[in-house]
């Protein structure tokens, strides 16, 4: 019979997958504060752009660990946090998986040797770029650290 080879699975995993690259497509346009399609225009503050995928176990990671944390600090009053989705965690380093409002932050890591992976963390101000990096780490290490550095220059 059909089922005896696991077929009907094999199409609600393929379904499944499909709908959760639908949706990470859907949640690339959800936020607000994103350009109209084409102009690519960040906020003229600082801004924090967050690039993950919905199948990235990293990335959930940091949604459960550190968004909440940063939220509730008083540096993030001062940031915008854009957070993008590409559809599936393979796809992440390609420039085309790339949301079109920030796809020019993945041409500036590439131009900088920095590497792309999920999650990916990149702070600007406007149109410069100033720090990137890929993983948790980049976090910890690149992001807030640079966060905290601009903020100190600005008070």
């Known amino acids: 019979s059909w089922d005896r080879y696991g077929m ?15 949706v990470g ?15 690519a225009r960040m906020p003229e503050g600082l801004a924090i752009t967050h690039v993950g995928a919905p199948d990235c176990p990293w990335c959930r990671m940091w949604y459960a660990d550190a ?3 940063w939220l509730a600090s008083p540096e993030s009053a001062r940031v915008t946090l854009l957070e993008r989705n590409v ?5 992440i380093a390609m420039e085309s998986a790339w949301p079109a409002d920030v796809r020019w ?13 999920a999650p990916t963390f ?10 990137g990096g890929a993983g948790l780490q980049a976090w910890n290490n ?3 650290p640079a966060v905290r ?3 100190a220059m600005t008070a």
């Open 25 to 39: 497509l859907v949640g690339c346009a959800a936020d607000a504060t994103a350009p109209a399609a084409g102009t």
């Open 142 to 144: 690149v992001i807030l």
């Open 87 to 91: 559809p599936m965690f393979r796809v």
């Open 122 to 131: 990149t702070l600007s101000e406007g149109q410069t770029f100033i720090a």
């Open 8 to 22: 009907n699975a094999l199409i609600d995993r393929r379904s499944f997958l499909l709908g959760a690259a639908g």
């Open 67 to 69: 968004r909440g944390p």
């Open 149 to 151: 550095a601009r903020l």
């Open 105 to 117: 932050l993945h041409d500036e890591m590439r131009q900088r040797g920095l590497r792309i992976a």
